[in-house]
Structures are given as C-alpha cells and as structure tokens.
C-alpha cells in the first residue's frame, strides 16, 4: 500500500491509517528529514524481528535506533544525562542526527538484549512526528539501502514502492527523500564524538 501524505500538512486521516498498521503489529516506511526509514512500534517484538529479518540485523549483536516525538518523551529511555548532553540535544534537536545514549533498563526489556547504548532520533520532520505522536511509542528507524553502487539510498518513495511493497504493509510518499543519512554522535564518550558524518553538522 502506498500512502501519499503532505509533508507540511500531514492529513490526520492518513496519519491514523499509518498509526493503525503500526499499532496491527505491520511494518511502515516512511520519510525523515534524511533518507527513507524502515520501521515498526518498537513495543511490538514480533514486528521488530520482521525488520530485522528484512534487514539481516541481528537483535542481539546490532545496534539499533528508534525515533521520539520530543526530547520528554526521549528521556524515558535513557538514563539522567549531563547538563552538557542536554543542552547538545536541545540544540540540534529536532534535525538530521542520531545521537548514541546511554540505555535505561526499559531498552533491554523492548529489544531482549544486553546493549547499554541506544540511538534515538527526532527528525525534523513532520510526517513521521505525527505519526510518533498519534502512535504514543517510538518508531524503529533503520535505512532503507539501495543496491546502486552510485546512490547507496532510494529517494523517490514510488520506486522504494516497487522494491520494498511486498515485503512491508504501507509505503509513505511523503516526497523525495534525500541519499544522505544521519549524522551519528556518541554521547556516552566525553567529550562527544561524531562517529558517521552526515547530513547535518552538530552544534556541540
């Protein structure tokens, strides 16, 4: 199923028919303000060892990242941070980064594993905050790679359509997405370090 939704002015029609999926236990890809992201409610096992399978991630041994809806609903799954990383997200956040944090113990239980570091996003971008928001979970964010040696990521949604349809139950066309991914920056290190440049440059 593609979904076409406005990227200023998501539809609150077509956002509850994403939430649905979601909420159904299916898998949604959807737009950030990078590239187009894979994922699924972070609650639901079953559907976060779907993705894993499409992605040949291993639950145990990979990192894996998720999206918020702002930095309150962030802190519910990482432990006390530093004034310093506070004031880092505060000021980067929402936009095209991933920031590595430390993991509280509700991130074991989600993701059955022993990782003490979680990545967490806020993009800026409206589609998906919406649908973070109407879901009240977060969303798994993992990209969706192309096979192109050229291009590494898909930008145009109809064609991540024609490749990705039958294997996850709604595609959003929310636009062309960009081919660049995330900055990534680990705040468990003192100072901070960025481990992936990418598309957005940190104000740390």
């Not at 294997?167 to 680990?186: H, K, M, Q």
Request: with cysteine.
């Amino acid at each position: 199923m593609l979904i076409k939704i406005h990227p200023d002015n998501p539809n609150p029609r077509e956002i509850k028919k994403v939430v649905d999926i979601l909420k159904d236990g299916g898998l949604v890809i959807y737009p950030t303000d990078t590239i187009y992201g894979l994922g699924c409610d972070i609650n639901n096992q079953k559907a976060v060892e779907r993705v894993c399978r499409i992605k040949g991630l291993d639950l145990k041994r990979d990192h894996l990242s998720f999206i918020c809806r702002d930095l309150s609903h962030l802190s519910l799954y990482t432990k006390a941070l530093s004034n310093d990383v506070f004031k880092t997200l505060k000021r980067n956040l929402p936009g095209p980064f991933t920031f590595i944090l430390p993991a509280n113990n509700s991130v074991p239980r989600l993701f059955k594993n022993n990782k003490k570091t979680i990545g967490l996003r806020i993009p800026n971008n409206a589609i998906i905050l919406e649908i973070v928001r109407e879901l009240g979970n977060p969303v798994l964010s993992t990209s969706i790679k192309d096979e192109d040696e050229v291009i590494e990521y898909t930008t145009d949604p109809e064609l991540i359509h024609e490749k990705y349809g039958n294997l996850v139950d709604a595609v959003i066309d929310g636009g062309f997405g960009g081919n660049i991914p995330s900055t990534i920056i680990d705040c468990t290190e003192h100072p901070m370090a960025i481990i992936r440049e990418g598309a957005g440059i940190p104000e740390l």
